[in-house]
């Protein structure tokens, strides 16, 4: 997998058979799942990312080259069409992703700056880092600030734009910066019934 980049620490593995806990409640008419997430759902203290799990069935999240992440993220944050995330909430609340697990791994790896090698993967791989795994996160972020930037100099520039309505940024900046802020990710939903 030396080519590959891993994004497995970016969301928990959980068992997806799951113990029964209690009865299957009805949702109220006003309670539904919620059908898109945003950058804020996707910060490591967010409801939803807590409760986000990857079932232990599922593939490692080690399937992408550099090229793909990099890739897709731009191709997020630029407006393209991005597929939804098909979900499945179990009875003890976990959220499972039964599809786009690479996809939320990608956006989460490029909030976070964690492509494989920085603190929640230190934490995942028990801080095991292979030399390999941290090349290619090198990588990544070489290709991320080519094509988009990080994460936190976009934000920044946000920041500094809300600070200072003076600045003027390029319309590739301002493109970007309007989707990072209301921008959302597509989710289905499967039911068990």
Sequence with gaps: MAHKLTLDAMIKRADFFQK???EQQELSVSAKPISSINFDTLRSDSNFILNLRKPEFQRETNQWSVDQAAGFI???IEGYFVPSVILW?????????????HRLSALRAWMEDDYGDRSISQTFFGGEIPQSQKKIAKKIREKIEETVGAYTSLKDKLAARNANSTIVYTDEINRRLKNLASRELELQWVRAE
Excluded: E, M, P
């Design 20 to 22: 029964k806990i209690g």
């Design 74 to 76: 731009q191709s997020y």
């Design 89 to 101: 909430q179990s009875l003890d609340g976990y959220v499972f992703v039964i599809d786009g697990a």
